[in-house]
Nanobody, 126 residues
Framework: QVQLVESGGGLVQPGGSLRLSCAASGSILEINHMGWYRQTPEKERTLVATMSSPGRIEYADSVQGRFTISRDIAKNTVTLQMNSLKPEDTAVYYC????????????????????WGQGTLVTVSS
């Protein structure tokens, strides 16, 4: 149905920048929310940033002012620009999509559940 494919993770020094990208594929007519979460072995998965299709944005307090989320609504993509990275930003980052309208050969269906990418590792270390 819906696949989310992430790219852009890697190793970066403290203070550096990385850009994560995610593309959703499938017979998608609309995605209400796309965003990014992250998880470490010590912590549960938490919100990094999310953006609704009308353009409402939410950031975690810990990344406010350093990370910027953007979406291409027509292409079903979401990007996370991460600047001034800190060691505590080290985590597996997951792309998320929620509230998706999908067209099949005979129906249009709305799926409220979360869809997740496979995750991409971001390591901030000197």
């Amino acid at each position: 149905q819906v696949q989310l494919v992430e790219s852009g993770g890697g190793l970066v020094q403290p203070g550096g920048s990385l850009r994560l990208s995610c593309a959703a594929s499938g017979s998608i007519l609309e995605i209400n929310h796309m965003g990014w979460y992250r998880q470490t072995p010590e912590k549960e998965r938490t919100l990094v940033a999310t953006m609704s299709s009308p353009g409402r944005i939410e950031y975690a307090d810990s990344v406010q002012g350093r990370f910027t989320i953007s979406r291409d609504i027509a292409k079903n993509t979401v990007t996370l620009q991460m600047n001034s990275l800190k060691p505590e930003d080290t985590a597996v980052y997951y792309c998320n999509a929620k509230g998706i309208t999908i067209a099949t050969h005979s129906n249009i269906n709305y799926y409220a559940q979360d869809y997740w990418g496979q995750g991409t590792l971001v390591t901030v270390s000197s």
